[in-house]
């Protein structure tokens, strides 16, 4: 039996290439025309990465030397093709392949439908769908008769070209979008409920993804990072900002050298939250009004499995209540990939985490009972966040390798696992199809 892939993304890829190397069966669907995933459809032209592209790159397959530190839309989608191409992989993804259906089934195998109505029996699904797709769009209170898009549906400044542009959001794109808006259109002003950490792309020339802190004690860390701030960004009040309400990291950060730059030429005006709207009038939160033609929520998304049954939906929020970062302690053959926030580069991180993956899946093979109770008997917790340092990510790994699971495995005793089947739908034809 082979196993499914469901995205052709950075993660995606990453995990058919495991599953090459490690010679286990598989079938690729990728819903859209072409490789890249959110780097092909979800981003703006003028967009830039805020990690450099030491974090970016898989370890196998590194960046030519001629990108820049910070990459842009089309470098992003020439280095995924050519390790796609490199590696054979694109032969295997079958595209405008969309999967509307997974469903366990008897022996521990999952049924797979697609939209065009065939179906498919795997030993299991490795989930690559991503987690920047399902828009999540502010709760505006009244009647806005302007223009309202969220920041996926922004491509280019055209777009903004002189209007009265209002953004919704403390992120990387309500930053980029903002300081876009600061460049071309009549005024720019930037909502915000809550002030958030605001970090610079490099720290003396030198990008933050290039740092290194070795043997840096964990107590020393968050000082060592409000150090930085404060010599970068220096204090919110300078910026008529309030204080953070929160943390570095209890959020994820922004990333943006452009941010202070408009804020303090005055080209961005801070607002708090939206009390109201009517017509092209915003009433805030401070009881001041503005007139806009155009709205920008960049309030994130929904992490969405529209394929699964209820049952298979664990979620709370944005986090995904799993084991391992991965699976289920009752489900043989379900794996999630790259669903979390991860601050740093996913590129070397979805590289290593889709060998852990392969690992789980030989000891599943093995032993025959669902890797996620193996991790749950070793003292793992299911996910209490979606937001993760890949430095945490990493740590994990190291501990867990092949063989402390399947010792663990094979000590504890138990009966054969058999996954529950869950809800049925058929979408079309229930027709076998094999790629």
């Known amino acids: 039996m082979s196993y499914l892939v469901i995205g052709a993304g950075p993660c995606g890829l990453a995990a058919a290439k495991a599953l090459k190397d490690a010679a286990i069966l598989y079938d690729h669907a990728e819903a859209d025309s072409n490789i890249g995933g959110n780097w092909l459809h979800g981003v703006y032209s003028s967009v830039y990465t805020d990690a450099c592209k030491d974090v970016m790159q898989y370890p196998e397959w590194p960046m030519p030397g001629d990108y820049p530190d910070f990459l842009s839309q089309e470098h992003m989608l020439t280095y995924l093709n050519h390790y796609a191409d490199h590696f054979d992989l694109r032969e295997k993804i079958r595209f405008n392949t969309k999967v509307v259906w997974i469903e366990a089934i008897e022996n521990n195998l999952w049924k797979v439908s697609f939209e065009n109505g065939s179906s498919n029996v795997y030993a299991g699904v490795i989930i690559c769908n991503g987690h920047h797709w399902d828009m999540k769009f502010a709760d505006l209170q009244g009647n806005f008769s302007g223009e309202y898009i969220h920041s996926k549906q922004y491509l280019a400044p055209s777009q903004l070209q002189n209007k009265r542009v209002l953004v919704i959001g403390t992120g990387n794109?309500?930053?980029d979008i903002s300081c876009e808006a600061a460049r071309v259109s009549h005024c720019s002003v930037l909502s915000m409920k809550d002030s958030p950490w605001i970090f610079p792309k490099t720290f003396m020339g030198v990008p933050l993804g290039r740092i290194k802190l070795k043997n840096a004690p964990a107590f020393l860390q968050p000082l060592m990072i409000k150090l930085l701030l404060k010599l970068s960004f220096g204090k919110h009040a300078l910026y008529n900002l309030p204080p953070p309400a929160h943390k570095p990291f209890e959020k994820h950060p922004t990333v943006s050298e452009e941010l202070p730059y408009y804020l303090k030429h005055g080209r961005i005006t801070i607002k708090p939250g939206i009390s109201r709207t009517e017509n092209k009038t915003v009433w805030f939160n401070d009881d001041s009004s503005m007139e806009f033609d155009l709205i920008v929520s960049a309030t994130g998304y929904h992490l969405s499995f529209p394929f699964?049954?209820?049952?298979?939906?664990?979620?709370?929020?944005?986090?995904?209540?799993?084991?391992?970062?991965?699976?289920?302690p009752d489900y043989k053959g379900l794996f999630f990939l790259g669903w979390q926030q991860v601050r740093g580069g996913i590129g070397s991180l979805a590289s290593a985490f889709s060998q852990v993956i392969i690992d789980l899946i030989k000891l599943e093979e093995t032993t025959n009972r669902p890797s996620g109770e193996v991790l749950q008997l070793m003292g793992n917790t299911v996910s209490k966040t979606h937001l993760y340092g890949s430095k945490d990510i990493f740590s994990w790994i190291a501990k867990h390798p092949y063989a402390r699971l399947i010792i663990k495995?094979?000590?504890?005793?138990?009966a054969l696992h058999t996954n529950k089947p869950t809800c049925a739908f058929q979408p079309g034809s229930s027709g076998i199809r094999m790629f």
């Open 173 to 175: 794109s309500a930053a």
């Open 409 to 414: 495995a094979k000590k504890e005793k138990g």
């Open 308 to 328: 699964l049954p209820g049952e298979l939906v664990r979620k709370q929020g944005q986090n995904l209540q799993c084991l391992g970062y991965c699976v289920y």
